[in-house]
């Protein structure tokens, strides 16, 4: 009788083995985390704003001493000759540039012309199955594969196929379908997944 619960126990384990090696093929068996922040998706990245953190290099057409490099502060303003401080959180590039002509229009120059460019960005961050989570310097263009080459490579661990991303001033993560191109912003926080085996 024991000899017989000994081989039903095998066979059993044996069965059981072989459904999770079926599921396995099949590609039913979930390959993350459990997913509290809904179905992957891919990402769509919008226009960069600038936020605290964020250096910009701007150029007065003809003005010198009102040209240079300007630092976005705590509070997202920077703070320029004739104009003072201007609030810049949340602008793009474009809407900066068009700001600063208008403050300088009116009543400093004549038909200002203004460029400006971001020469550094605030940092993005990268932890959970990489082999060096830490804080990460943004360059531009910049995607979750190049942010986990720059963290060391996925641990063996890794969930290669989704990715959890909060954007700054975003309550909570959201999973994003993993593909070569899906990017990552400056103050991203970008958590990789274990794996079920």
Wanted: charged share 20%; with cysteine; hydrophobic share 40%.
């Amino acid at each position: 009788m024991t000899q017989s619960v000994g081989q039903f126990g095998r066979l059993l384990a044996l069965l059981f083995g072989m459904v999770i090696l079926a599921a396995c093929q099949s590609g039913t068996m979930p390959s993350g985390p459990v997913d509290t922040a809904g179905p992957a998706v891919e990402r769509v990245v919008t226009a960069y704003q600038l936020d605290n953190g964020d250096s910009l290099r701007v150029n007065v057409f003809g003005e010198p001493e009102l040209s240079g490099d300007y630092a976005v502060d705590g509070t997202g303003a920077i703070s320029m000759p004739l104009i003072g401080t201007v609030e810049v959180a949340g602008m793009t590039v474009t809407e900066f540039q068009d700001t600063i002509e208008a403050r300088l229009a009116d009543g400093y120059l004549v038909e200002p012309r203004v460029s400006a460019e971001v020469t550094s960005f605030r940092p993005f961050y990268i932890l959970g199955e990489v082999n060096r989570p830490d804080e990460y310097a943004y360059t531009s263009g910049l995607t979750v594969m190049n942010a986990v080459a720059a963290a060391g490579g996925f641990t063996y661990r890794a969930n290669r196929k989704d990715v959890f991303i909060r954007s700054e001033g975003e309550p909570q993560e959201r999973r994003v379908t993993l593909t070569t191109t899906t990017q990552v912003r400056p103050g991203d926080t970008i958590r990789i997944g274990e794996r079920i085996f």
